[in-house]
């Protein structure tokens, strides 16, 4: 018998200096995975990819090599192939150092539409937010002996986003890497999206000590900082707790529900994000209008 069509997915995105080596990955480790996670958040899995590369006349041979085999290296053990691509080099100063434009094809059985995302429906994260955005933060403000060991968290989700699709699918009503804008900037635009209220529970959102230090000597807010390696998820909320344990048993073991989406109760909630505190107050969460850091 034939098989049911599939709907096709692309995605593509640019990557540029932030530093280009972080500890915990690269420009090109992070170009791959970013590309991986947003094929994933469709609900499609990523079969393919193209890359385009530009460098400044001057690049190190050997810093491009280590990019390169690394990001080459990373889509094969996801079972992924590199089926085409492009270099140049610019004259000195025409471009920052090292550029990165990454596409991935994917296929889906059913696509992934935050647009679905509905009232009594459950939030989830993965895991500990804000590590990435963190990391860079300290790179480029030459404080990463301030945060001990902490690594970025930009890594693929293939292996638990895939069989969570496989197994929850039509469950999964929205789905997102919260990289530019963090968390915040996700949360707000499904909100905006369905015209809903979404409440979290400040206490519940996992933060690494080192990073809630580091962030809050800075005035910083988590809740807007980047992350590169885990998902955001919006679930019916009669598996949400089946979908938390499934997540830690294949390894995300600080996935957990943060919040839900309600009816707003006032126009003036309606496409906001509310914020419970630790101390049982609410507050509005508003998205950064500049992320911070810029990652890309």
């Not at 791959?32 to 006349?57: F, Q, R």
């Not at 890497?177 to 209220?197: C, H, I």
Request: proline share 6%; aromatic share 4%.
């Amino acid at each position: 018998p034939r098989s049911t069509p599939s709907n096709s997915s692309a995605a593509s995105d640019v990557y540029k200096r932030q530093p280009i080596f972080f500890p915990g990955g690269n420009i090109g480790t992070l170009a791959a995975s970013g590309t991986i996670n947003d094929l994933l958040m469709m609900g499609a899995k990523p079969i393919a990819a193209m890359d385009s590369i530009i460098v400044e006349e001057g690049f190190p041979m050997d810093k491009l090599n280590t990019i390169i085999e690394s990001m080459v290296n990373l889509l094969i053990n996801e079972g992924i192939a590199l089926i085409g691509g492009d270099f140049k080099v610019m004259p000195k100063g025409q471009v920052d150092k090292i550029v990165i434009g990454m596409t991935g094809i994917g296929i889906a059985k059913k696509l992934i539409v935050d647009s679905n995302l509905k009232i009594g429906d459950k939030i989830i994260v993965t895991g500990p937010i804000g590590d990435h955005g963190t990391i860079i933060l300290a790179s480029q403000l030459g404080y990463l002996d301030k945060i001990g060991d902490l690594t970025s968290d930009s890594k693929p989700l293939t292996k638990v986003m895939l069989p969570l699709i496989e197994k929850y699918g039509d469950l999964i009503h929205a789905a997102r890497d919260p990289t530019r804008g963090g968390l915040s900037a996700v949360l707000s635009e499904w909100a905006k999206l369905t015209n809903t209220t979404i409440l979290i529970e400040r206490s519940s959102i996992p933060v690494r000590p080192q990073v809630e230090g580091f962030l809050d000597a800075l005035g910083i807010d988590p809740l807007h900082v980047a992350c590169e390696g885990i998902a955001v998820l919006g679930v019916a909320p009669e598996v949400a707790d089946e979908i938390v344990e499934f997540l830690k048993k294949n390894g995300e073991v600080d996935a957990c529900i943060i919040g839900e989406v309600i009816k707003p109760k006032t126009s003036i909630l309606k496409g906001k994000v509310v914020v419970r505190t630790e101390i049982g107050g609410l507050t509005i969460l508003e998205p950064q209008a500049l992320p911070i850091p810029r990652i890309c």
